[in-house]
């Protein structure tokens, strides 16, 4: 069995287990955590940090976790509307007032947290580079036209989202997304997550690495009905190579571009799981974490074409909340059992493979450990 690195309660057990049969078969370097009434009750780590297996993935080790980063974002807001700073039922346009254009006056900012805006790409669409320039991406969408009636139909947002909310966010503090994440969510919990990847980070990235199915060893974001050998990349698709480079890293793209292990995950994300409290540190009252589960669409994504329930930036499952990202990684927010699971890892897998189980074997031992 592979050798996994950390502590574990006694309960908690099974998690390692888990990891380790992870890094016994698809995983090259992964993390997994548990937090349970804020207190963290298991936190391991294995593998390599490379995909040459020259580097050990350590307790430091961190990675792109892609759209787990939309987790963040969307506490960012229920932070800001427990505050009384945002109104989540409030025209878009009340805050970011260009975005009234092509028809979107009536778009709430909760239309953007639920992907029920209409803005699930860019038209035309942008390359990769084209994402490092702020000010220009949100002018665009701003001047888009939705393509369904906002609030009618959802359709997830895989890259607009963060910068559609990281904009509303932007005009009411005047501060960018990744330095209000960093000030009032990170730096209080003490959680070594970042929206955006700075110089001093370096030396502790590992890069994801593509699935091994993946043609000529990249990897393009698509769909999970798309072809993953399809050529050439759907207009929406974002290359792993692309999002490896430096210049991605730098740039502030708060849909994927978010950095950390399960143990950051996990930390963040159990402020909700706990009523609004990590330890001694309130972020939002109870009534403001349950927002996060206020249904806001049942139905059929019309992007992903599977049948899903959004929440406020979040995806509904019974009593918890959360989302997965790209290749893999995901973290889970139980209300009624206090506990916060993420699992995060380097190694890619194509989401219309054989079916990707890591994640929900820890999820699984998590729950175990509770019962």
């Known amino acids: 069995m592979a050798e996994v690195h950390g502590r574990c309660g006694k309960r908690f057990g099974a998690v390692r287990d888990a990891l380790a049969e992870t890094l016994d078969g698809q995983d090259v370097g992964a993390s997994a955590a548990v937090f349970v009434d804020g207190e963290l009750v298991a936190d391991v780590w294995g593998g390599y940090a490379d995909a040459a297996r020259t580097r050990d993935w350590t307790r430091d080790t961190i990675t792109n976790v892609f759209s787990t980063t939309k987790t963040m974002v969307a506490l960012c807001a229920l932070i800001l509307a427990d505050r009384g700073d945002l109104d989540l039922s409030a025209p878009v346009a009340r805050y970011w007032p260009e975005f009234a254009a092509a028809g979107k006056e009536n778009v709430l900012v909760r239309n953007l947290l639920s992907h029920t805006a209409g803005l699930p790409d860019f038209a035309p669409p942008r390359a990769e580079r084209d994402l490092y320039d702020w000010p220009a991406v949100t002018a665009g969408l701003a001047a888009q036209a939705p393509l369904w009636e906002p609030g009618t139909l959802a359709g997830y947002h895989s890259v607009t989202q963060g910068f559609l909310v990281g904009e509303v966010i932007?005009?009411?503090?005047?501060?960018?997304?990744?330095?209000?994440?960093?000030?009032?969510?990170?730096?209080?919990?003490?959680?070594?997550?970042?929206?955006?990847?700075?110089?001093?980070?370096?030396?502790?990235?590992?890069?994801?690495?593509?699935?091994?199915?993946?043609?000529?060893?990249?990897m393009?974001?698509?769909?999970?009905?798309?072809?993953?050998?399809?050529?050439?990349?759907?207009?929406?698709?974002?290359?792993?190579?692309?999002?490896?480079?430096?210049?991605?890293?730098?740039?502030?793209?708060?849909?994927?571009?978010?950095?950390?292990?399960?143990?950051?995950?996990?930390?963040?994300?159990?402020?909700?799981?706990?009523?609004?409290?990590?330890?001694?540190?309130?972020?939002?009252?109870?009534?403001?974490?349950?927002?996060?589960?206020?249904?806001?669409?049942?139905?059929?994504?019309?992007?992903?074409?599977?049948?899903?329930?959004?929440?406020?930036?979040?995806?509904?499952?019974?009593?918890?909340c959360g989302w997965a990202g790209w290749g893999g990684s995901m973290v889970l927010a139980d209300f009624s059992r206090r506990m916060s699971v993420a699992y995060v890892m380097n190694q890619m897998l194509q989401p219309s493979g054989a079916g990707d189980y890591r994640a929900l074997s820890v999820v699984m031992a998590a729950y175990e450990g509770l019962d």
């Open 170 to 218: 932007r005009r009411v503090t005047g501060r960018r997304l990744a330095d209000f994440f960093a000030a009032e969510v990170a730096g209080p919990l003490g959680a070594d997550f970042h929206i955006t990847q700075s110089a001093g980070l370096d030396g502790r990235f590992s890069a994801p690495i593509p699935a091994p199915d993946s043609p000529s060893g990249d």
């Open 220 to 320: 393009v974001a698509a769909p999970p009905s798309g072809d993953p050998a399809a050529q050439p990349p759907p207009a929406n698709g974002v290359r792993l190579s692309a999002a490896n480079a430096v210049a991605w890293r730098r740039a502030e793209i708060p849909s994927a571009s978010g950095y950390g292990n399960a143990r950051s995950v996990a930390a963040v994300q159990s402020v909700l799981a706990c009523g609004g409290t990590a330890g001694a540190v309130r972020l939002l009252s109870r009534a403001g974490c349950e927002r996060a589960r206020e249904e806001q669409y049942r139905g059929v994504d019309q992007i992903l074409g599977v049948s899903i329930r959004y929440g406020m930036g979040y995806g509904i499952f019974d009593r918890s």
